[in-house]
């Protein structure tokens, strides 16, 4: 099985990011995504092809004052 890491455990790869985010029932509005220490654009998600082993890191962001 082509197995990836999302912030530091392994899951089962998915043909893109926008495919593994639905997947992992994340919010895509407010969050970032690094694929081996590279953010990657979110007009690219659909198109970014990830390979296994890949490391994917999904950041959030929070509002504050």
Do not use: A, F, L, T
């Given at each position: 099985m082509n197995m990836i890491f999302v912030n530091g455990k392994k899951e089962k790869n998915h043909?893109?990011?926008?495919?593994l985010l639905t997947a992992l029932n994340y919010n895509k509005k407010n969050i970032a995504v690094l694929v081996n220490d590279n953010i990657?654009?979110?007009?690219d998600w659909k198109g970014y092809k990830l390979k296994e082993k890949d490391r994917v890191e999904i950041v959030g962001f929070v509002g504050g004052g």
């Open positions: 043909d893109n990011i926008d495919e990657i654009k979110r007009e």
